[in-house]
Every structure is written in C-alpha cells, then in structure tokens.
Nanobody, 124 residues
Framework: QVQLVESGGGLAQAGGSLRLSCAAS????????MGWFRQAPGKEREFVAG????????IYTDSVKGRFTISRDNGKNTVYLQMNSLKPEDTAVYFC?????????????????WGQGTQVTVSS
C-alpha cells in the first residue's frame, strides 16, 4: 500500500514557477514508477510526467517538455514536479500517482495509487 499527499500548488502568474511535491508512505515507494497527471475543469485527466524508480527514465507530455521537470528522492519518499514558464493552460488540479510494479507509462489506469490532488492556477 502506498499513500500519496501532494502539496505546493497555488496561484502563479504566467511565466512564473511552482514546485509540486508528493510525499509517499509505504514500503513500495522506492520501486514504484511515479507519475503526475492533471485535470482541468470539463476535461479528462491527462498525463503530465513520469519517472521510474531509479530516476534513470523520465517521460513528459509534449506540452510541458522543456518547462517541467520531474524528479524523485527515494530517501525522502518524495517526488517533485518543478514547473517553470507556466501558462494559463497549465491551470488544473494536479495528481500524483504510483505504479506498484514500476512500469513507466502515460496510461492513468496503469497506476495503482493516487493522491487527492493540488490546485494550480496560472493567471495571464
């Protein structure tokens, strides 16, 4: 079992930065692939970024490449999403997710555990 708690969301201006954190509890964190997803009002949940347990592999959706960076600290059981050059279209609730078997994927149904989400609002 892995429990996830996100933090770091808030209000930012376009061009600004925010860093999201996801604190995990549970023995399997260090071997889990971790992902960040987001969901804007009236839209489906979409993949943002993912990282394997070793941090050797990372994937991003095209719209955030070059602006967002995912990282993890297995010693602190925490995964981060550094978001730079924010745009109004980045406004959404951001969710952290863990895939127990360590499979790095963009598919939401492949993740076993989810946090409650944190709101990110970017003003123009």
């Amino acid at each position: 079992q892995v429990q996830l708690v996100e933090s770091g969301g808030g209000l930012a201006q376009a061009g600004g930065s925010l860093r999201l954190s996801c604190a995990a509890s549970g023995r399997t964190f260090s071997t889990s692939a971790m992902g960040w997803f987001r969901q804007a009002p009236g839209k489906e949940r979409e993949f943002v970024a993912g990282i394997r347990w070793s941090a050797a592999s990372k994937i991003y959706t095209d719209s955030v490449k070059g602006r967002f960076t995912i990282s993890r600290d297995n010693g602190k059981n925490t995964v981060y999403l550094q978001m730079n050059s924010l745009k109004p279209e980045d406004t959404a609730v951001y969710f952290c997710a863990a895939a127990r078997l360590g499979l790095l994927t963009t598919v939401a149904s492949s993740y076993d555990y989810w946090g409650q989400g944190t709101q990110v609002t970017v003003s123009s």
